[in-house]
């Protein structure tokens, strides 16, 4: 059937009935500036991010957040004693939310949590990392 009908509650179990669905009427419409979330895995010194939410802007979207999977809390520069997160969230005013930062990361596999051990030799080159490219 062509054009596709947006899914909804009544026929999507996993769709709450109180939330607004596009309209699949006309896909290649441009519609109003919208609230975009950006996701990463991880952020390094925030390029990615820069460039992403550079992108959104002229698309007329407004970034509201950042989600990343996992910061490493690099310094923003080598001489720097800011992060990378504290950076993007200082330039573009978006506030950035992370899963699991290194220190946690750090903490979990020194204390040997979990089914597998982490190898000391590992532990020890992820606080070499930190030690030299961390935020204090």
């Given at each position: 059937?062509?054009p596709?009908?947006a899914?909804?509650?009544?026929?999507?179990?996993?769709?709450?009935?109180?939330?607004?669905?596009?309209?699949?009427?006309?896909?290649g419409?441009r519609r109003r500036?919208?609230?975009?979330?950006i996701?990463?895995?991880?952020?390094?010194?925030?390029?990615?991010?820069?460039?992403?939410?550079?992108?959104?802007?002229?698309?007329?979207?407004?970034?509201?957040?950042?989600v990343?999977?996992?910061d490493?809390?690099?310094?923003?520069?080598?001489?720097?004693h800011?992060?990378?997160?504290?950076?993007?969230?200082?330039?573009?005013?978006?506030?950035v939310?992370?899963?699991?930062n290194?220190?946690?990361?750090?903490?979990?596999?020194?204390?040997?949590?979990?089914?597998?051990?982490?190898?000391?030799?590992?532990?020890?080159?992820i606080?070499?990392?930190?030690d030299?490219?961390?935020?204090?």
């Open positions: 059937l062509w596709p009908r899914p909804s509650s009544a026929t999507h179990p996993m769709i709450p009935p109180h939330l607004p669905l596009p309209s699949m009427q006309d896909p419409r500036a919208t609230e975009v979330l996701v990463d895995d991880v952020i390094t010194a925030g390029t990615a991010i820069r460039e992403c939410y550079n992108i959104l802007k002229n698309l007329q979207a407004e970034p509201c957040g950042v990343i999977s996992l490493r809390q690099e310094k923003l520069t080598e001489d720097s800011f992060s990378a997160v504290q950076g993007v969230e200082s330039e573009l005013g978006l506030k939310i992370n899963i699991v290194l220190t946690t990361l750090f903490k979990y596999l020194s204390d040997g949590k979990g089914e597998n051990r982490q190898s000391k030799e590992l532990i020890d080159r606080k070499t990392y930190r030299v490219y961390g935020v204090q």
